[in-house]
């Protein structure tokens, strides 16, 4: 079964325009992690956030983190074409850094 | 160096055969997980060795599935007796110890049971 759920299922954006993504999970976590996936291939990492941090930063990403809520959210500002993916959420839970992750978000990005 | 490898891309079985599905991850990396993917699905746990130690196989759906690791490095999933709920993309990742939390993805093994 998933750790958690995804929301939305799908999202269609332009080019430019944010693009804002949720997970929620279900039980406690050592750290929360977002991956993205092109059509047919495999997951690329793209930023981890610890159970005691609430937001971090890369590039053109934002993700925050509400254990109180067990949520976190994805923003992709001023998004490209090359965004066009499925984005995942995937927790840790425990000593082996096994991952529980979402169902996923499609995200298409629109020229 | 390369990055996490998995071969065959694509498999198709017959209900019942029998398949292996090899993973080659990152050279030196410690830690390799199997996940299985179903269409429109998140990744699912299967397995993870630490080295050539099984320490969690809680993930595999049933007694068909095995997996090893016998030297520490490449690892082989093995599906008995094929169902068509079998097919699915399975997924190995490495990472370089228990402690470094980012997993390295291979491009997965496409299974199609008919």
């Known amino acids: 079964s998933q750790q958690g759920e995804e929301d939305p299922q799908a999202l269609s954006i332009q080019e430019g325009e944010n693009a804002t993504m949720n997970c929620s999970y279900k039980?406690?976590?050592?750290?929360l992690q977002w991956y993205r996936q092109n059509s047919g291939r495999g997951l690329v990492h793209l930023i981890l956030?610890?159970?005691?941090?609430r937001e971090k930063h890369s590039g053109r990403l934002r993700v925050t983190l509400d254990t109180s809520k067990k949520s976190s959210s994805l923003l992709i500002t001023a998004s490209r074409a090359a965004d066009t993916a499925s984005y995942f959420c995937a927790s840790a839970t425990d000593s082996w850094g096994k991952l529980q992750f979402g169902a996923g978000t499609q995200v298409v990005v629109t020229p | 160096g390369a990055g996490v490898s998995q071969s065959p891309r694509y498999k198709v079985a017959k209900r019942g055969q029998d398949v292996a599905l090899r993973c080659d991850p990152i050279s030196g990396h410690v830690s390799l997980f199997w996940y299985q993917q179903a269409l429109g699905q998140g990744p699912e746990f299967l397995t993870y060795f630490q080295n050539e130690a099984q320490l969690d196989k809680s993930g595999l759906p049933s007694d068909r599935f095995f997996a090893e690791r016998p030297e520490g490095s490449v690892s082989t999933l093995k599906i008995q007796r094929t169902q068509q709920e079998d097919s699915a993309v399975y997924l190995c990742?490495?990472?370089?110890?228990?402690?470094?939390?980012?997993?390295?993805f291979g491009p997965g093994t496409r299974l199609l049971v008919l």
């Open positions: 956030i610890r159970s005691n941090e």
């Open positions: 039980t406690s976590i050592n750290n």
């Open positions: 990742a490495s990472s370089t110890d228990p402690t470094q939390e980012t997993q390295y």
